[in-house]
């Protein structure tokens, strides 16, 4: 076992680093604590086995969100004393805290911010394709009722009976008629179709 104080540099505090190192040292079975210094970085007192120090340091060297851990330095290593029974935050003041928290949620809330305008930027992307889209269903919408138009003039009397069945079709399918009848009457009418051609 061995007690080692640590200094974590960077941007450290109003980043919810604390927060994060308590959890990895409560993870690891590493007792002490963390607290903020008045120069802007964080300092830890912390007992365990070297092996586990060692991991803790390595995970504690975090950048991730708005925590950017430029330098972790020991900066003493003696004998444990065995006074701590859990690891904890040391917090100061609580006009010092308040301002702590409440500049963490700035800075969260600013980065949420951006998501957002990023995000609508992309649903705005979205938006234009499906905006465009419908140009082409429309354009081909059209065509299709030209070939049929084509076919109506080309066959007469089949052009005809096609677009019977064409504004038929959606009433056929709401009185749910038997399949078969239509795909008889489909078949028919091809059979027409290549006569015709023939």
Same mark, same amino acid.
């Given at each position: 076992?061995?007690?080692?104080?640590?200094?974590?540099?960077?941007?450290?505090?109003?980043?919810?680093?604390?927060?994060?190192?308590?959890?990895?040292?409560?993870?690891?079975?590493?007792?002490?604590?963390?607290?903020?210094?008045?120069?802007?970085?964080?300092?830890?007192?912390?007992?365990?086995?070297?092996?586990?120090?060692?991991?803790?340091?390595?995970?504690?060297?975090?950048?991730?969100?708005?925590?950017?851990?430029?330098?972790?330095?020991?900066?003493?290593?003696?004998?444990?004393?065995?006074?701590?029974?859990?690891?904890?935050?040391?917090?100061?003041?609580?006009?010092?805290?308040?301002?702590?928290?409440?500049?963490?949620?700035?800075?969260?809330?600013?980065?949420?911010?951006?998501?957002?305008?990023?995000?609508?930027?992309? &649903? *705005?992307?979205?938006?234009? $394709?499906?905006?465009?889209?419908?140009? #082409? +269903? =429309? !354009? %081909?919408?059209?065509?299709?009722? @030209?070939?049929?138009?084509?076919?109506?003039?080309?066959?007469?009397?089949?052009?005809?009976?096609?677009?019977? &069945? *064409?504004?038929?079709?959606? $009433?056929?399918?709401?009185?749910?008629? #038997? +399949? =078969? !009848? %239509?795909?008889?009457?489909?078949? @028919?009418?091809?059979?027409?179709?290549?006569?015709?051609?023939?």
């Amino acid at each position: 076992m061995i007690r080692v104080r640590i200094v974590a540099e960077g941007d450290v505090q109003k980043a919810g680093y604390r927060d994060e190192v308590q959890k990895i040292a409560r993870e690891l079975g590493v007792k002490g604590f963390v607290e903020n210094l008045r120069d802007g970085n964080v300092g830890i007192v912390c007992e365990a086995e070297e092996e586990i120090i060692d991991k803790f340091v390595k995970k504690i060297k975090i950048k991730k969100d708005f925590i950017d851990v430029k330098d972790v330095n020991i900066s003493e290593k003696t004998k444990p004393t065995g006074e701590f029974e859990y690891f904890d935050i040391k917090y100061g003041k609580i006009e010092e805290e308040l301002g702590d928290r409440l500049g963490a949620v700035v800075k969260y809330a600013g980065g949420t911010w951006e998501e957002v305008k990023s995000s609508r930027e992309d &649903i *705005k992307g979205v938006r234009d $394709e499906v905006r465009g889209s419908r140009e #082409d +269903v =429309k !354009e %081909m919408h059209q065509d299709m009722n @030209k070939r049929f138009d084509w076919v109506a003039e080309k066959y007469g009397d089949i052009g005809i009976g096609i677009n019977s &069945i *064409k504004d038929d079709l959606g $009433e056929l399918k709401s009185m749910g008629n #038997d +399949v =078969k !009848e %239509m795909k008889n009457l489909f078949a @028919k009418l091809v059979n027409h179709i290549v006569k015709e051609e023939k």
